[in-house]
């Protein structure tokens, strides 16, 4: 696993697809560099891509902090099925059916529902076409479900429509930016699919 920064209060890693954020990431890390890891966002398994883990309780409160109030940014790649529009800004209901773990774009508010926004940009297009994303709430799922439901799903994710031969979303992490100590940080990776 590539570590891209490491100090007192945190550690900025590439995360691989089929490790889990919450637990694997935060041993592998443990192993590499020794001490505590906390985490504070997470990527499901089968997506990888740059991600922060604190060191400290201190950092890991602050971080939480920047995570709460929508300081800390993050921005993906992905390959989408077909040709989205040249940019757009997408706002849409979305609940999750938990017993399924699948999320659904519904019409209106109810318990359970929560909002969600994401910006993109297209970079290429074709048959596939690769998205650059900055996402605005975090929640479950939520870039593969709202490219999905406009007809747009992820090369290789096979849970929201796509029938491709990929065995994952090829969806990745590609920077996160953040104000920290006066400054701000930001880190950066791509995947080997998206030369950016």
């Not at 409160?61 to 920047?66: D, I, K, M, P």
């Not at 529902?113 to 479950?140: D, N, Y």
């Not at 990745?172 to 920290?180: A, E, I, T, Y």
Request: aromatic fraction near 8%; charge should be positive.
């Amino acid at each position: 696993m590539e570590i891209l920064y490491s100090d007192r209060e945190m550690a900025v890693c590439v995360k691989p697809v089929g490790l889990d954020s919450e637990k694997e990431v935060p041993q592998a890390l443990r192993e590499a560099l020794g001490g505590e890891i906390y985490p504070i966002h997470r990527l499901d398994k089968n997506v990888g891509g740059v991600m922060v883990y604190a060191r400290t309780r201190q950092a890991a409160a602050a971080l939480s902090r920047l995570v709460q109030e929508g300081s800390l940014v993050k921005e993906y790649v992905a390959m989408v099925h077909g040709v989205p529009p040249d940019a757009g800004d997408w706002q849409d209901l979305l609940w999750k059916d938990s017993a399924k773990n699948k999320v659904f774009v519904v019409k209106r508010e109810r318990r359970g529902v929560k909002p969600a926004r994401l910006e993109f940009t297209r970079l290429t297009s074709g048959e596939v076409s690769l998205v650059r994303i900055r996402l605005h709430t975090g929640r479950s799922h939520q870039i593969r479900v709202q490219f999905a439901s406009r007809g747009f799903p992820l090369v290789g994710d096979h849970k929201y429509g796509s029938r491709d031969a990929e065995t994952a979303p090829m969806l990745f992490s590609c920077r996160l930016s953040f104000p920290w100590k006066g400054e701000r940080r930001v880190f950066e990776a791509s995947p080997d699919w998206a030369a950016l």
